[in-house]
């Protein structure tokens, strides 16, 4: 596809949520339960083992 069409996409897409409630307010959940699975703890935890196990 050409990336040429994304702006036109994009657009299409943010105009469809201004006028869709209920699409909104399922992607605001289902974004918040996503965030969720990142924290700065865990991200840390994480590269502390790394360099533990290196």
């Known amino acids: 596809e050409d ?6 996409r994009l657009a299409e897409a943010i ?3 201004l006028s869709d409630t ?3 307010e399922r992607l605001a959940v289902v974004g918040q339960d996503r965030a969720r699975a990142f ?4 991200s840390a ?4 083992q790394l360099h533990a196990d290196l």
């Not at 990336?3 to 036109?8: F, I, K, N, T």
Request: aromatic letters at 16%; zero cysteines; glycine letters at 16%.
């Open 39 to 42: 924290s700065w703890r865990d």
């Open 22 to 24: 209920a699409a909104r």
């Open 3 to 8: 990336a040429a069409g994304y702006p036109l």
């Open 15 to 17: 105009g469809g949520l």
């Open 45 to 48: 935890e994480k590269v502390w």
